[in-house]
T-cell receptor
Framework: EAQVTQNPRYLITVTGKKLTVTCSQN?????MSWYRQDPGLGLRQIYY???????DKGDVPEGYKVSRKEKRNFPLILESPSPNQTSLYFC????????????FGPGTRLTVL | SQQGEEDPQALSIQEGENATMNCSYK?????LQWYRQNSGRGLVHLIL?????REKHSGRLRVTLDTSKKSSSLLITASRAADTASYFC???????????FGTGTSLTVIP
């Protein structure tokens, strides 16, 4: 089944404890992206990747890192999480940059205490 | 921010009625897309309209695009309870490689 998977789905952590949220797609998509969703703010793009080893900042990159060593994986790293990073996170992929119907993962709900 | 905005923020209608939601954006675009999100779940792509198109249909969905006004509308005809969800527009600007979502319209269809 073609899909985007994220792990974990739910995570409660404490300030400053490094964490990684994994994202994997099995559709051989080139473009991958991370978003955060907050009430009243919609989805905001954190980072995106055009292809392997090509990543760039979105609208809200502060406090996050990403890497794209393989085409299928695009992990999101929070080196030192803070409470303002409590949010619902989505990974998405699309076959190419344009046109770019995006396929979304199920989401990761992160709480930073 | 180049984020779009949907209007209204919330909409409640009876089953069988039509639902219209609007999206305004700020920059020139290559295309505009609409997505649906059921409560807390991942978004699902509904329809894409390119900047040189004015109207597009897909089943009970009708999307219009007015690039001169930088606005789009999504019409859902003969709504069903299963259409209850949040709807987001997303813009693909002509410049850069980012992607911008609107703030969403929460639609409730009452059986």
């Amino acid at each position: 089944e073609a899909q985007v998977t994220q792990n974990p789905r739910y995570l409660i952590t404490v300030t400053g404890k490094k964490l990684t949220v994994t994202c994997s797609q099995n559709m051989n998509h080139e473009y991958m992206s991370w978003y955060r969703q907050d009430p009243g703010l919609g989805l905001r793009q954190i980072y995106y990747s055009m292809n392997v080893e090509v990543t760039d900042k979105g609208d809200v990159p502060e406090g996050y890192k990403v890497s794209r060593k393989e085409k299928r994986n695009f992990p999101l790293i929070l080196e030192s999480p803070s409470p303002n990073q409590t949010s619902l996170y989505f990974c998405a992929s699309s076959p190419t940059r344009r046109p770019n119907e995006q396929f979304f993962g199920p989401g990761t709900r992160l709480t930073v205490l | 921010s180049q984020q779009g905005e949907e209007d209204p923020q919330a909409l409640s209608i009876q089953e069988g009625e039509n639902a219209t939601m609007n999206c305004s954006y700020k920059t020139s675009i290559n295309n505009l897309q609409w997505y649906r999100q059921n409560s807390g779940r991942g978004l699902v792509h509904l329809i894409l309209i390119r900047s040189n198109e004015r109207e597009k249909h897909s089943g009970r969905l009708r999307v219009t695009l007015d690039t001169s006004k930088k606005s789009s509308s999504l019409l859902i005809t003969a709504s069903r309870a299963a259409d209850t969800a949040s709807y987001f527009c997303a813009t693909d600007p002509n410049t850069g490689n980012q992607f911008y979502f609107g703030t969403g319209t929460s639609l409730t269809v009452i059986p």
